[in-house]
């Protein structure tokens, strides 16, 4: 886990709480990324999917990219699956363990 990442939740890893760990490292991801894009206007699913779109960068919407665009396919797999995966995340982990009930 990336430090800035760990540094948010190891006290509450630590001591076996593990779903608010989980749940916070991806609060922590979200303000990072919104630090990082300058966006504080789009948070979570959509900030990430966004971010790794394969569309050029926009005025306020700036892109993270995996690497330079050399026109291949495993350029544009990789960045859609980025933003796939971000928004996998959020949707199927965040997203419930902010508003569903759990026992740890």
Do not use: C
Request: aromatic share 8%.
């Amino acid at each position: 886990m990336h430090p800035w990442v760990w540094g948010s939740v190891q006290g509450l890893w630590g001591s076996g709480h593990y779903r608010q760990a989980v749940g916070m490292a991806a609060v922590a991801v979200n303000a990072q990324s919104q630090a990082k894009l300058g966006r504080k206007d789009l948070s979570e699913s959509k900030l990430l999917g966004e971010a790794f779109s394969i569309k050029p960068p926009e005025a306020g919407k700036p892109r993270l990219r995996l690497g330079p665009n050399d026109g291949s396919d495993t350029w544009r797999s990789r960045h859609e699956g980025a933003g796939a995966f971000a928004r996998g995340v959020y949707s199927a982990i965040r997203t419930p363990i902010a508003h569903e009930q759990g026992t740890s």
